[in-house]
């Protein structure tokens, strides 16, 4: 892919390459929706990540439930059921 993107020509565009030893009067840090989208995508991140771990925990912990529900119809109502894996 990289070789690709190098082989395509591009117009530059006017006031965006810095000459040598010439020092750009702001950078891409100093725009506060630049910022303020970095921290939002991490947070972003971390949910999604977060909502992915406690998805499988959370299934593990309901067919435990389950089971105790099933365990419980036959001990009081003599139901014979179990869970099925």
Do not use: C
Not at 35 to 62: D, M, P, Q, R
């Amino acid at each position: 892919m990289t070789s690709i993107t190098k082989r395509i020509h591009l117009p530059d565009i006017a006031n965006t390459r810095a000459e040598p030893g010439e020092k750009r009067e702001r950078s891409i840090r100093s725009f506060r929706h630049f910022a303020l989208g970095v921290v939002a995508i991490f947070f972003y991140v971390g949910t999604e990540v977060a909502i992915g771990a406690n998805s499988n925990l959370h299934a593990f912990e309901w067919e435990e439930y389950r089971q105790r529900i099933l365990n419980d119809l036959n001990k009081y109502f003599g139901i014979e059921e179990n869970l099925e894996r």
